[in-house]
């Protein structure tokens, strides 16, 4: 009984863990790549996860954004690529995009003189 009780455990363990496989960051792909960028600020490219910029999106506070728009800066970090999504064919919609989004998740930002 005590070991059918652990096998159970381990069960119920393992299953939880392939369900936060599936249900969270299995479309993420760390890259090895770091980018050094030169953007000016504007708040119209802001987003709910950060700010467009060059091609990615990075993760800046919307305070932030709103501190520096209208500034040239410099953006360092590392590339994250979140996988697009598959269009279905009828059966749930999924939220996402439908391109690979390249993310800088936490940037190093230096404020250039104009």
């Known amino acids: 009984m005590k070991s059918l009780i652990i096998l159970l455990f381990l069960l119920i363990a393992q299953l939880a863990q392939a369900q936060n496989v599936v249900g969270g960051d299995i479309h993420k ?3 090895k790549k770091s980018v050094s ?3 000016k600020i504007d708040t119209l490219q802001a987003t709910k996860e950060g700010i467009y910029l060059n091609e990615y999106v ?3 506070s919307h305070d932030r954004i709103r501190e520096l728009n209208g500034k040239t800066v ?3 970090g590392r590339v994250t690529i979140i996988k697009a999504i598959k269009p ?3 059966g749930e919609v999924e939220q996402g995009r439908m391109v690979d989004t390249k ?3 936490s940037p190093e930002i230096t404020v250039l003189k104009n």
């Open 103 to 105: 993310y800088i998740d």
């Open 29 to 31: 792909v760390k890259s």
């Open 58 to 60: 990075v993760n800046i």
């Open 88 to 90: 279905y064919d009828g």
């Open 37 to 39: 960028f030169i953007a």
């Open 74 to 76: 410099q953006i360092k």
